[in-house]
């Protein structure tokens, strides 16, 4: 996740410590099926096909293939949000804004 990213979800109020649990973010993704598709990753992030892959790939998001088909999980990209904030974007797998 970009520190633009983060900084629009810390905007939107996602990342204060009053709003960081599951239900919250979660909220966010109510118009998102169960297991969402690499095209449903980007709309929900706001991100590019590239960077989708780059999260899945480096192992960020976590996620199942079937077959040749990934799958997130809503619940993984929750995770991925919460670590984020809780990391302030600055995790060790943190991709910096130089990779986009």
């Given at each position: 996740?970009?520190?633009l990213?983060?900084?629009?979800?810390?905007k939107?109020?996602?990342?204060?410590?009053?709003?960081l649990?599951?239900?919250?973010?979660?909220?966010?993704?109510?118009?998102?099926?169960?297991?969402?598709?690499?095209?449903?990753?980007?709309?929900?992030?706001?991100?590019g096909?590239?960077?989708?892959?780059?999260?899945?790939?480096?192992?960020?998001?976590?996620?199942i293939?079937?077959?040749?088909?990934?799958?997130?999980?809503?619940?993984?990209?929750?995770?991925?949000i919460?670590?984020?904030?809780?990391?302030?974007g600055?995790?060790?797998?943190?991709?910096s804004?130089?990779?986009?």
């Amino acid at each position: 996740m970009t520190k633009l990213q983060l900084q629009n979800f810390m905007k939107a109020g996602v990342c204060t410590i009053n709003n960081l649990n599951n239900s919250a973010i979660g909220n966010m993704f109510l118009n998102y099926p169960d297991l969402l598709t690499i095209d449903d990753l980007q709309r929900a992030l706001g991100i590019g096909r590239n960077m989708a892959y780059r999260l899945i790939n480096n192992g960020q998001i976590e996620h199942i293939r079937i077959g040749k088909n990934i799958k997130i999980p809503k619940r993984f990209v929750v995770d991925f949000i919460i670590g984020s904030c809780y990391n302030n974007g600055s995790d060790k797998f943190a991709v910096s804004e130089k990779e986009v």
